[in-house]
């Protein structure tokens, strides 16, 4: 096997980011996983990248808007390398406006304008019919920010795109590697994480998910409720998700997804016939900061962290792995000291 400058543990988006940003800038990288590429919680239906509201600045949403902000074009080159689709588009959003809830989208709405600097917009706009959700005051919250794309695609894109650049994808490593390895282990680095540490850094939360047959590609994904639902490039539809503290079986479904898929019946009519296609379960990595972790490994001299993206780890992945490809390629450190993983310890 030939020689690598930075081997990374776990194919996930996070690993394969790192890899990707690495590999784009010269660097020799091998990705390794027993799993496979997309083992864990990122070969999944879901994909929203969807932002924050926008209120209550601080360092993770400025983070993570550069983040949503970088993924058009940063997926285009992962596309233009693999020759696959990784599913993304700049859809927009639809929420319900509640009752009682315009002043505050209103404010949201100025926030935004200020926040988001021009690039994305928060508004509210008179309820549409077709693939919209039922809202009570005949009003919709709209942003431009959010986009979509599908996880396990875009994980096989980037798997493609790295192996285009020459980097290899493999089960095992053959022996260890005396440069830079990253850990992008997902929720059983966070598990593993803890065992080295006094307590809890981070834990495991599943989530479960049912992807439809329907065809809705150009239209805004819908959030309500708490629900996502995603209309995805290949004409299906995903909804999601659950959020489990305990379980025994990281990848088994039950009867939450019915009622996931009761509820989205319930609020978009659109979807009252559309038919299930499968249904999907994963586990989450969160930190204890419940944001990234991005930086030196704490017990590993020479090694690195990526992990903890949580619900947000697709639409974090981008600026995640160019902002650690910085850090080790070229000693330049911006992490925002939140994500470093002493602020988990
Ligand atoms: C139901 C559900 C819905 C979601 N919806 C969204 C969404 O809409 N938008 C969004 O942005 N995010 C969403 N997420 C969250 C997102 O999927 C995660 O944040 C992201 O996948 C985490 O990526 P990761 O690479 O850190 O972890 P993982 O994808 O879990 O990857 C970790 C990898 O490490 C491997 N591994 C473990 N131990 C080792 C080892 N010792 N050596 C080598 N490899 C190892 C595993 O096999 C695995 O492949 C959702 C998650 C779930 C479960």
């Known amino acids: 096997m030939a020689t690598v400058d930075l081997e990374v543990r776990g194919a996930g988006v996070f690993g394969l980011s790192v890899a990707w940003a690495c590999a784009r800038r010269g660097a020799r990288v091998r990705v390794v996983d027993p799993g496979g590429v997309g083992a864990g919680a990122s070969g999944g239906i879901v994909g929203a990248l969807a932002p924050h509201v926008p209120e209550q600045w601080n360092p993770k949403k400025a983070f993570q808007l550069e983040s949503l902000l970088l993924a058009g074009g940063w997926w285009q080159a992962v596309e233009a390398a693999s020759g696959l689709s990784p599913g993304y588009g700049r859809t927009g959003r639809l929420q319900p406006l509640v009752a009682g809830g315009e002043a505050l989208a209103m404010a949201r709405a100025e ?22 959700p039922l809202t009570p005051t005949g009003k919709l919250i709209r942003d431009t920010l959010s986009a979509r794309l599908h996880p396990a ?18 089960p095992t490593a053959e022996s260890p590697h005396k440069g830079p390895v990253v850990w992008a282990t997902g929720w059983q680095g966070l598990k593993a994480l803890t065992r080295q540490h006094s307590r809890m850094v981070g834990a495991g939360i ?8 329907f065809d809705a590609r150009d239209q805004p994904q819908l959030f309500v409720d708490g629900l996502h639902v995603i209309p995805h490039a290949d004409g299906t539809t995903a909804i999601g998700s659950t ?23 319930a609020h978009v009519p659109a979807l009252a016939e559309a038919r299930e296609l499968r249904r999907w379960a994963g586990v989450r990595p969160r930190a204890r900061t419940r944001a990234p972790m991005l930086g030196a490994h704490p017990f590993r001299t020479g090694h690195f962290v990526a992990n903890g993206g949580f619900k947000i780890g697709f639409g974090m992945a981008p600026l995640c792995a160019e902002t650690l490809a910085d850090l080790i390629l070229d000693g330049r450190d911006a992490i925002p000291d939140a994500f470093r993983p002493e602020a988990s310890l």
Do not use: M, S
């Open 111 to 132: 926030n935004a304008a200020t926040l988001w600097q021009g690039r994305a917009v928060w508004e509210v706009v008179e309820a549409t019919t077709g693939f919209a």
């Open 206 to 213: 599943k989530g479960q998910a049912v992807l439809l047959d």
């Open 243 to 265: 959020t489990e503290r305990e379980f025994d079986d990281p990848t088994g479904t039950d009867a939450q997804c019915d009622a996931l898929l009761a509820a989205a019946r």
């Open 153 to 170: 695609h875009a994980c096989a894109a980037l798997a493609a795109a790295i192996r285009a650049h020459g980097g290899q994808i493999v």
